[in-house]
């Protein structure tokens, strides 16, 4: 109930005008989001970079309505991509197909991914389509597909409360695309998601190993250590190398674990966003993790 009520609450107009406009609740996002200028990414990128941690960026922002905005996304995109390039960081991008305009039209939205994609091989960098809701799987996975016969540095991210997952992960799994695994967090019907914690947590592990003995460097996206631990005796087991993947896991949250898997030799990414559009990403991290609550909660009280 908690995690619907939170679910539903991203994506009130009210509350996030509120939370945009609140310095409180700005000062809350900082611990989950690097800050609303790619400046302030690209220090925190810097910083992680020492540690040992790679980097995945994201611009936040998603279903623009108007197309001028799609394109000040693309360009938004298009600089971070320069900056990583000209800083000499270890990082890559993450972005959002809603964000270059796919609620607007297909084609603005392919013309838009397209210039992105181009500009990233250019510059050698890798490129992650995020999955969004439901609504939008079809077309990012049947999109991702064709522009990778294109552009090799282009992949997606399969989320495993999805009855459809397995099914799309084979098709990515064929064409070689790299993946990024995720439990999920947007509101699903039943019909479509798993309902249970304990379902999600046992597809995720069925498609972990698929990935690991078959995918292209993939990406284990989890704080979730029972699943940390059943990917490292999988690949121990059937004789992969820690070079053969990495585990990504999101800015501010268990920074332990991320260190510690680092020091033990594991490839680790973290997620890293920025930008002025902030709410809806935090209410999906607080929904996605009780303990995330309690850490604002308890900031609050005190």
């Known amino acids: 109930m908690l995690r619907d009520t939170l679910l539903y609450l991203s994506q009130h107009d009210g509350l996030r005008n509120f939370a945009l406009s609140n310095r409180t609740a700005r000062n809350f996002s900082h611990r989950f989001v690097a800050g609303e200028q790619l400046s302030d990414s690209i220090e925190v990128t810097r910083t992680l970079n020492q540690q040992g941690l790679s980097v995945a960026l994201d611009?936040?922002?998603?279903?623009?309505?108007?197309?001028?905005e799609a394109r000040a996304a693309t360009e938004d995109y298009i600089r971070a991509l320069e900056c990583i390039k000209e800083s000499g960081l270890d990082a890559n991008i993450s972005i959002k197909l809603t964000a270059l305009g796919l609620d607007i039209a297909q084609e603005l939205c392919e013309e838009n991914l397209r210039r992105l994609l181009s500009e990233a091989g250019r510059l050698g960098i890798f490129v992650?389509?995020?999955?969004?809701?439901?609504?939008?799987?079809?077309?990012?996975?049947?999109?991702?597909?064709?522009?990778?016969?294109?552009?090799?540095?282009?992949?997606?991210?399969?989320?495993?409360?999805?009855?459809?997952?397995?099914?799309?992960?084979?098709?990515?799994?064929?064409?070689?695309?790299?993946?990024?695994?995720?439990?999920?967090?947007?509101?699903e019907p039943p019909d479509l998601a798993f309902p249970q914690?304990?379902?999600?947590d046992?597809?995720?592990?069925?498609l972990m190993g698929m990935l690991l003995a078959r995918g292209n460097f993939p990406a284990i996206a989890t704080h979730d250590e029972a699943m940390i631990t059943a990917?490292?005796?999988?690949?121990?087991?059937?004789?992969?190398?820690?070079?053969?993947?990495?585990?990504?896991?999101?800015?501010?949250i268990r920074r332990d674990l991320q260190e510690?898997?680092?020091?033990?030799?594991?490839?680790?990414?973290?997620?890293?966003?920025?930008?002025?559009?902030?709410?809806?990403?935090?209410?999906?991290?607080?929904?996605?993790?009780?303990?995330?609550?309690?850490?604002?909660?308890?900031?609050?009280?005190?």
């Open 197 to 200: 914690k304990a379902e999600v």
């Open 231 to 252: 990917a490292c005796r999988f690949a121990r087991d059937h004789g992969i190398s820690r070079d053969a993947f990495e585990f990504q896991m999101l800015y501010g």
């Open 128 to 187: 992650c389509i995020d999955m969004e809701s439901s609504a939008y799987t079809e077309r990012t996975i049947d999109l991702t597909l064709r522009l990778h016969r294109e552009f090799a540095q282009v992949g997606t991210v399969i989320q495993a409360y999805l009855y459809r997952s397995k099914d799309d992960l084979e098709r990515l799994l064929q064409e070689g695309v790299r993946v990024r695994l995720v439990k999920g967090a947007y509101k």
């Open 202 to 206: 046992a597809n995720y592990v069925r």
């Open 59 to 68: 611009h936040l922002g998603e279903n623009v309505t108007d197309a001028r």
């Open 260 to 302: 510690r898997l680092a020091r033990e030799g594991y490839h680790v990414r973290v997620y890293v966003p920025y930008g002025s559009q902030w709410y809806p990403y935090l209410m999906r991290r607080l929904a996605e993790r009780p303990a995330n609550l309690m850490f604002v909660l308890s900031n609050l009280w005190r």
